[in-house]
């Protein structure tokens, strides 16, 4: 227990995280049948998720430096639980939506101080065994959640998704204490709160007024008004992070074309391969009669092609350049995507396979490289802004695609449907709609919508991959081969 204890206590907590961010998927259609939600209700159940893990990551682990990791961590468990139990018990979508805020802020402040602690345990060997572990822990979440997640919903019902978490959590508090140490950054350090503010207020502008947009068009008012606020949290951000003493962020990195080439490609990665993901399931539930654990299923062709490449990338593809790692794997991403945008009236899921395939074959090279090519990039005293800097991004990723895509969805299929029904079925209400309108006729919307996002993901991940083929050249690519190594020592090391 004392070799392995830490170990298994901070992959409860990664575990948790990660499979939070997926679990929801297939428990879409249920929530809005309970909760009676609306499309965007749905997307900020998501997003609210997403956006607070991305906005806060950086802060937490300055924070976690000053204040010492292990309390951080536990302090992060412990508000991840009390959110769990209150999403559980959610009477409402606004509710619903204001827990799973709160989610991310714990889950923020478990996945900033995870790293660290174990860099602070184990040394040599036994380091390289513990980030490999914990490495594959991180993808078995991923990748476990949404059959979970439909299991659940199936069973005792979607509140079961986060009820779960709770006796977890309890196993990660009592294990975290007991057999983690405390730890803490150099000294000297303090937290940018002015840049986790503005960042935060940037990322959360950003993605409500796309939101908005979808509901009531991008020349609406809130629209308009919410890109306005957000380009000003934007300007602001920047003029905190060049004054300063320790910035969340160092601008200087942005002249790096390496630096930005990466930060380009995560941010494009998760929105391209996984923002579409919640309509899918929507569309297979609610216009295929699928069962949540089917619905589920669904996905396995994906993910398990994400598993098996990136375990056989990173035996046979070692010293490959970030560039054609990153580079060629959006571009496959996004060839996936391409390959799903066939649907129509009479289309079954089966027709996405081979779209899948694909696309899990391009996370597969993406995921295990992207955080090292960011590390590579930059000089060893930059590596720890530079990895949170690269899961920030991913994470913001993530929640601007299901905001854009599902914006382009119901744009789309308001060329067939009246705009209130376009946002009806694409928010699970196609029960609702079924006596106004025929059964073909919303599956042809709907068919529409999601080949238009499919489309438009396609598209994002083309350019983000020749953007990452252009920009990241720099010789030190050639060291990314070697980064889940390079990446664990360093990250670490910075904390």
Partial sequence: MRTWGPLTAVCLGTFMLLLDVTIVVVALPDMARSLHTSLSDLQWVVDGYALALAALLLGMGAAADLLGRRRVHVVGVVLFAAASLLCGLASGPVALVAARAVQGVGAAAMFATTLPLLGSVYQGRQRSAALGVWGAVSGAAAAVGPVLGGVLTEGPGWRWIFFVNLPVSVLAVALTLRVVPESRGPRGMSVD??????????????????????????????????????????????????RVAHPLLDLSLLRKPAFVGVMV?????????????????????????????????????LTVAAMVVAVLAGRLLHGAPARL?????????????????????????????????LVGVGTGFVSPTVAGAALAAVTPERAGM??????????????????????????????????????????????????????????????SGLNAALVTAGVVGLVAGAAVLVLVRQPRDRVTGSAPGTQKKTVVRQG
Avoid: K
Wanted: glycine share 18%; charged share 5%; hydrophobic share 50%.
């Fill in 386 to 447: 530079a990895g949170g800097a690269v899961n920030t991004v991913r994470q913001l990723g993530y929640a601007l695609g299901v905001a854009v895509f599902g914006t382009v969805l119901t744009s789309r299929m308001g060329d067939t449907l009246p705009h209130e029904a376009a946002h009806t079925l694409a928010g699970g209400g196609a029960g609702a709609l079924r006596g106004t309108f025929s059964g073909h006729a919303l599956r042809t919307a709907f068919a």
């Fill in 265 to 301: 490609g995560a941010l494009a990665f998760n929105g391209v391969a996984f923002g579409v993901t919640p309509y899918l399931s929507i569309w297979m539930q609610t216009l295929l009669g699928m069962s949540p654990v089917r619905g589920g299923l669904t996905l396995l062709p």
């Fill in 193 to 242: 709160w002015a840049g986790t503010v503005t960042f935060a207020a940037f990322a959360g502008g950003t993605t409500y007024a796309v939101v908005r947009a979808g509901e009531d068009g991008w020349t609406s008012s809130p629209a308009l008004g919410a890109f306005a606020l957000a380009a000003l949290a934007l300007v602001c951000f920047v003029l905190v992070e060049r």
């Fill in 325 to 357: 790692t990153i580079g060629g794997g959006l571009l496959l991403t996004a060839a996936g995507c391409l390959c799903q945008a066939v649907l129509d009236a009479g289309s079954g899921w089966v027709v996405l396979v081979p779209g899948f395939v």
